[in-house]
């Protein structure tokens, strides 16, 4: 089973800018389909954006445009960078790895990691 560990969380007001960052403990993720969720107070878990072994990408209808999943350059870290961020923007985000290979992680289906909390005041 894959540890996963987010970092890069925190407070900032609306508008603003920030980078959360994830590393896997197994460097065969590399090649994985690895992505990010959150879930807010009471509410469910969502995807928010995947990122595939071949570039391809999946963004949220709410965050388009705003947020951009990509990996480092040793590709074992995944990052998502959140500009413009917004009041419905907080949440706990999650970093995910699938199950098996040659599939995404999905809410019911996941690896995940401990999550980091991202609060965005108004």
């Known amino acids: 089973q894959v540890h996963l560990v987010e970092s890069g969380g925190g407070s900032v007001q609306a508008g603003g800018s920030m980078r959360l960052s994830c590393t896997a403990s197994?460097?065969?993720?590399?090649?994985?389909?690895m992505g990010w969720f959150r879930q807010a107070p009471g509410k469910e878990r969502e995807r928010v954006a995947t990122?595939?072994?071949?570039?391809?990408?999946t963004y949220a209808d709410s965050v388009k445009g705003r947020f951009t999943i990509y990996r480092g350059n040793n590709k074992n870290t995944l990052y998502l960078q959140m500009n413009n961020l917004k009041p419905e923007d907080t949440a706990i985000y999650y970093c995910?790895?699938?199950?098996?290979?040659?599939?995404?992680?999905?809410?019911?289906?996941?690896?995940w990691g401990q999550g980091t909390q991202v609060t965005v005041s108004s």
């Open positions: 995910a790895a699938p199950p098996m290979f040659g599939s995404c992680p999905e809410t019911s289906s996941a690896y």
């Open positions: 197994q460097h065969t993720y590399s090649s994985y389909c």
């Open positions: 990122l595939d072994s071949d570039g391809s990408t």
